[in-house]
Protein backbone atom coordinates (compact mmCIF):
# COMPACT_ATOMS: atom_id res chain seq x y z
CA UNK A 1 0.00 0.00 0.00
CA UNK A 2 1.55 3.58 -0.60
CA UNK A 3 0.59 5.74 2.01
CA UNK A 4 -1.14 9.14 0.84
CA UNK A 5 -3.54 12.29 1.77
CA UNK A 6 -6.08 9.31 0.19
CA UNK A 7 -6.31 5.85 1.11
CA UNK A 8 -7.33 3.45 -1.38
CA UNK A 9 -10.40 1.72 -0.02
CA UNK A 10 -9.79 -1.47 -1.98
CA UNK A 11 -6.36 -1.69 -1.39
CA UNK A 12 -7.39 -1.14 2.97
CA UNK A 13 -10.16 -4.16 1.84
CA UNK A 14 -7.41 -6.33 0.67
CA UNK A 15 -5.11 -5.44 3.74
CA UNK A 16 -8.27 -5.63 6.28
CA UNK A 17 -9.07 -9.48 4.56
CA UNK A 18 -5.65 -10.21 5.02
CA UNK A 19 -5.13 -9.82 8.25
CA UNK A 20 -8.62 -11.03 9.35
CA UNK A 21 -8.04 -14.72 7.76
CA UNK A 22 -4.55 -15.29 9.56
CA UNK A 23 -5.74 -14.48 12.76
CA UNK A 24 -9.11 -16.31 12.23
CA UNK A 25 -7.23 -19.02 11.34
CA UNK A 26 -4.63 -18.88 14.35
CA UNK A 27 -7.56 -18.48 16.59
CA UNK A 28 -6.72 -14.99 17.52
CA UNK A 29 -9.37 -12.26 18.89
CA UNK A 30 -9.78 -8.80 17.69
CA UNK A 31 -11.05 -7.71 14.02
CA UNK A 32 -9.87 -5.21 11.87
CA UNK A 33 -11.95 -3.13 9.94
CA UNK A 34 -11.31 -0.69 6.69
CA UNK A 35 -12.50 2.47 9.20
CA UNK A 36 -9.92 0.85 11.88
CA UNK A 37 -7.23 0.34 9.70
CA UNK A 38 -7.37 3.45 7.88
CA UNK A 39 -7.37 5.51 11.45
CA UNK A 40 -4.57 3.50 12.51
CA UNK A 41 -2.27 4.59 9.38
CA UNK A 42 -2.59 8.16 9.86
CA UNK A 43 -1.83 7.68 13.83
CA UNK A 44 1.34 7.07 12.04
CA UNK A 45 1.52 10.82 10.56
CA UNK A 46 3.44 9.00 7.82
CA UNK A 47 6.36 7.34 9.49
CA UNK A 48 7.59 4.32 9.70
CA UNK A 49 6.41 3.79 13.24
CA UNK A 50 9.67 2.14 14.79
CA UNK A 51 12.60 3.89 12.56
CA UNK A 52 10.81 7.44 11.68
CA UNK A 53 11.59 7.63 7.97
CA UNK A 54 8.85 9.50 5.87
CA UNK A 55 6.79 6.88 3.94
CA UNK A 56 4.66 9.51 2.13
CA UNK A 57 3.78 8.67 -1.12
CA UNK A 58 5.88 5.68 -0.65
CA UNK A 59 5.08 1.86 -0.06
CA UNK A 60 4.63 0.79 3.34
CA UNK A 61 3.02 -1.76 5.31
CA UNK A 62 1.29 -2.77 8.76
CA UNK A 63 1.79 -5.54 10.87
CA UNK A 64 1.71 -7.01 14.25
CA UNK A 65 4.03 -5.85 17.25
CA UNK A 66 3.47 -8.92 18.59
CA UNK A 67 2.98 -11.87 16.18
CA UNK A 68 0.37 -13.23 15.70
CA UNK A 69 2.41 -16.53 15.88
CA UNK A 70 3.65 -16.08 18.65
CA UNK A 71 1.17 -14.65 21.52
CA UNK A 72 0.04 -11.54 19.91
CA UNK A 73 -3.64 -10.85 18.86
CA UNK A 74 -5.48 -8.47 16.38
CA UNK A 75 -6.73 -5.32 18.13
CA UNK A 76 -5.63 -2.18 16.72
CA UNK A 77 -2.83 -1.48 19.53
CA UNK A 78 -1.35 -4.68 18.48
CA UNK A 79 -0.52 -2.65 15.23
CA UNK A 80 2.42 -0.89 13.69
CA UNK A 81 2.73 0.96 10.73
CA UNK A 82 6.45 -0.05 9.42
CA UNK A 83 8.20 1.23 6.43
CA UNK A 84 9.33 -2.27 4.09
CA UNK A 85 12.25 -2.26 5.64
CA UNK A 86 11.72 -2.21 8.90
CA UNK A 87 9.15 -5.05 8.50
CA UNK A 88 11.52 -7.12 7.27
CA UNK A 89 13.92 -6.86 9.46
CA UNK A 90 11.42 -7.33 12.25
CA UNK A 91 9.85 -10.51 11.24
CA UNK A 92 9.12 -12.65 13.69
CA UNK A 93 11.57 -10.85 16.23
CA UNK A 94 10.71 -10.51 19.80
CA UNK A 95 8.94 -6.59 19.92
CA UNK A 96 11.14 -5.78 22.60
CA UNK A 97 14.35 -6.75 21.07
CA UNK A 98 13.34 -5.09 17.80
CA UNK A 99 12.61 -2.12 19.42
CA UNK A 100 16.01 -1.88 21.36
CA UNK A 101 17.79 -2.43 17.82
CA UNK A 102 16.16 0.14 16.15
CA UNK A 103 16.48 2.62 19.31
CA UNK A 104 20.63 1.59 19.33
CA UNK A 105 20.68 2.38 15.41
CA UNK A 106 18.34 5.50 15.75
CA UNK A 107 18.38 6.86 18.84
CA UNK A 108 15.20 8.25 18.52
CA UNK A 109 12.34 7.28 21.44
CA UNK A 110 9.40 7.12 19.26
CA UNK A 111 6.01 6.35 20.74
CA UNK A 112 6.06 2.72 19.69
CA UNK A 113 9.56 1.74 21.05
CA UNK A 114 8.22 3.24 24.39
CA UNK A 115 5.42 1.86 24.70
CA UNK A 116 6.89 -1.31 23.82
CA UNK A 117 9.96 -0.84 25.97
CA UNK A 118 7.27 -0.03 28.81
CA UNK A 119 5.18 -2.83 28.37
CA UNK A 120 8.06 -5.07 28.51
CA UNK A 121 9.71 -3.17 31.74
CA UNK A 122 13.06 -2.86 29.46
CA UNK A 123 15.47 -0.18 29.46
CA UNK A 124 16.26 1.08 26.02
CA UNK A 125 20.40 1.21 27.18
CA UNK A 126 19.88 -2.51 28.51
CA UNK A 127 22.58 -5.14 26.73
CA UNK A 128 20.70 -7.12 23.16
CA UNK A 129 21.80 -10.40 24.52
CA UNK A 130 19.39 -10.58 27.09
CA UNK A 131 16.74 -10.67 24.72
CA UNK A 132 18.37 -13.90 23.26
CA UNK A 133 16.04 -16.40 24.97
CA UNK A 134 12.86 -14.47 23.92
CA UNK A 135 13.69 -15.21 20.13
CA UNK A 136 12.27 -18.53 18.57
CA UNK A 137 15.49 -20.63 18.00
CA UNK A 138 14.32 -21.59 14.40
CA UNK A 139 14.09 -17.87 13.33
CA UNK A 140 17.24 -16.92 14.48
CA UNK A 141 20.51 -17.27 11.90
CA UNK A 142 23.32 -19.20 13.42
CA UNK A 143 25.91 -16.73 12.52
CA UNK A 144 29.31 -18.49 12.23
CA UNK A 145 32.91 -16.81 12.20
CA UNK A 146 34.11 -16.52 8.85
CA UNK A 147 37.35 -18.29 8.32
CA UNK A 148 38.84 -16.11 5.30
CA UNK A 149 42.61 -17.75 5.86
CA UNK A 150 41.82 -19.53 2.48
CA UNK A 151 40.82 -17.13 0.03
CA UNK A 152 43.02 -14.53 1.20
CA UNK A 153 45.91 -13.77 -1.64
CA UNK A 154 49.69 -13.95 -0.50
CA UNK A 155 50.55 -10.74 0.80
CA UNK A 156 52.76 -8.58 -1.41
CA UNK A 157 55.83 -7.83 -1.02
CA UNK A 158 57.74 -5.42 -2.50
CA UNK A 159 60.75 -5.65 -4.78
CA UNK A 160 61.14 -9.64 -5.12
ZN1 LIG B 1 11.23 1.80 9.53
Redesign the pocket.
Known sequence: MIYDDFLDDDDLKTYVQSINSRAKALKKKGRVTVFSLRHRIYDSGGK?E??T?SIVKKPFEVDHIVSLSSDGDNEEDNLAV??P??NRIKATKHPARFAQEIYARTGIMTPLLQRILDDYDIEAAVQKSLFDTLDTDENTPTISPHDDSDDDPPPYIWGK
Do not use: G, L, R, S
Open positions: CWCVACNC
